[in-house]
Structures are given as C-alpha cells and as structure tokens.
C-alpha cells in the first residue's frame, strides 16, 4: 500500500535531483530512503524512477505520478493544518519531563520534528537526574507528558516507547578494543577504574547493578554529574564508561562496545490522566523518530520484557 512518507521521499529525490541530498534533507539514511522508493514501485507496479551514476530521472510512469503525489502531499498537509487549529495544537505549549540521557538521546530528532510540525506549540522542557525525580515531579503536575523509564507505581496511563541498549564506551586504544573487537564481556573489566556517575544521576544505579550482576564493584576513577560527559571523559582514556547506545555524538573519537551480557532498560511516556490531544501528537511524532535508536520491545530479548520497570541484563 502506498503512503505519504513514500510519497515525499519520492518527490524530494525528484526536487534534490539524488538521492544523497534527498537523505540528507529528509534525515533517514541513504539505504533506507532507497528502500521506501523501492517499495512504492512494488506497490504501483512500475519503475518511477531511473538511476544514472551522476543523476535520477522520472520514468514515463514517474511522470505520471508526480503531480498525484504532489497533490496527496498538499492535501495531506491541509488535513493537518485543519485538525491543528480544531484541537489546539497551532497555539499554546507542550510542559515535557524526562531524564538526562532521554533527552541526549531519544528526543532530540522527535523535538526537531515537532517544531517543524507545529511551530507555534512551544516545548518547555524540565530534565532530571533520576526516574524517581522525574515521577515525583509528574505526580506534582510539572508536566503534561513524562518520557523515561518505567516508574515503580504510577496510577495514569503509560505507553512503552521502546527499549534502550547499553554500551561500553572506551578511548580508541583501549586494551579492550583492540583488534577488530565490537563486543566485551562486562566481567573483563572488573580491574578498571570507571567512568561513574554522581549518586543521584540514574544511570549510577544502573552501572553498578550491571557490575553487581558480573561479580564485582566498579572501581571509580572520576565521577560526573553531566550524563554526556561520560562517553568524552572516555574517550579521553580515563576508563570505561556504560552509556546508553543512543548518546554517542556523531563523530566520536572512542569507541563503543556491545555488551555479551546485554543491558537493556525500557523507556515509556506517561501522564497523570489521559493524553491530552497535544501529548498524544508529540507521542505519535516520538514514535516515528524513535527507529534506530531504541529496539522495539518484541525485538529485544524476551527477558527485556520481563524488566520494563527498570534494567535488564540477558544473554545474547
């Protein structure tokens, strides 16, 4: 079945003349957008576009099309506009909660999106140190939407986003990434001084719960209270650091290993009483821009399902 999204991949590869700028424009990767092309001609049953070293040309069926896929576009684009002035969301503001990496990670491109989408809904964005703040300051009413991990009891409705992958980030001529090494076992580093976090940082619970289950206590090399200085601190060679997979900035200087252990934490949206109409788009829009950053719950390992209040170590 063809959809909008296939529709304007197509029309912008026709506009951008390639597909690599086209990529770029649309921020997915060149093999995906390739893919989702490919896939409209399936469904329309017809080449629409010809691929030549140094350019793309519209087929004779691509020329038909052009202008249907244009007009759905547009009228796609009215539709939204229509239902953003009916239900609020071409005015007002969005009060969003959530944890330090969360909003490293998993949001940035949801909120990119959002202010290209509804550029007159402003985002006010409140950051914590832990799951329990977060939900405290939820159950306080600081916010409209809350997106971290799972709290322990929470009475309102909560919908699961997807489920994080922890990594090992290390300088690029760390001992245990030598060779063409992608993966560690947790228990090898047991003599290295880590990369830690403050206390009250979240992910300080998690690093040595993730320790705890290979046998040992992590030692500390230096503590930080910034979740994004973790991955540069080890980078610089001071030690090992366990960060979510989705923080490591482009053009990292380290390198990042897979866990054989894997450790895993689920993260969820969730509110005091029903998603307002504002939420729930924002929640729609997270969704779509979550791919490539979380795994789905039935794509994890089917112990991570068995953990969504918190972290989850399990055999590959």
């Keep these: 079945m063809v959809s909008l999204r296939q529709l304007e991949y197509l029309v912008t590869v026709v506009d951008q003349g390639s597909f690599t700028r086209a990529a770029e424009i649309l921020h997915v990767t060149q093999p995906a957008l390739s893919h989702q092309v490919r896939a409209l001609e399936r469904s329309v049953g017809s080449p629409l576009l010809e691929r030549l070293p140094r350019a793309v040309h519209l087929t004779a069926a691509g020329r038909a099309m052009l202008p249907h896929a244009r007009a759905a576009l547009a009228d796609a684009a009215g539709a939204v506009s229509a239902v953003r002035q009916a239900i609020g969301l071409a005015g007002g503001e969005l009060r969003l909660a959530t944890v330090y990496s969360v909003s490293l990670g998993v949001l940035p491109a949801a909120l990119k999106a959002w202010s290209r989408l509804h550029p007159g809904v402003d985002v006010r964005l409140f950051e914590h140190r832990h799951a329990d703040e977060l939900a405290e300051a939820m159950a306080s009413g600081q916010a409209d939407l809350a997106v971290g991990p799972r709290p322990e009891t929470w009475t309102g409705p909560v919908r699961t986003i997807g489920v994080e992958e ?129 795994l789905r719950p039935q794509d994890a390992h089917p112990a991570a399902g068995e953990s969504l209040a918190g972290v989850n170590s399990t055999p590959r």
């Design 166 to 294: 922890f990594v090992v980030a290390v300088s690029s001529d760390d001992p245990a990434a030598a060779g063409q090494a992608t993966e560690v076992d947790l228990g090898a580093l047991r003599d290295r001084r880590w990369i830690h976090y403050a206390p009250d940082n979240g992910l300080a619970d998690i690093l040595d719960r993730a320790c705890a289950e290979a046998g040992f206590q992590p030692r500390i090399a230096v503590r930080t209270e910034q979740t994004a200085s973790a991955p540069i601190l080890a980078a610089a060679g001071l030690g090992p650091a366990l960060i979510p997979a989705n923080i490591v900035p482009k053009g990292y200087e380290g390198r990042t290993l897979g866990l054989r252990l894997p450790v895993t934490r689920a993260l969820v949206a969730y509110a005091r009483t029903e998603f307002d109409a504002v939420s729930g788009a924002f929640l729609a829009l997270l969704g779509e821009n979550v791919a490539g950053k979380l």
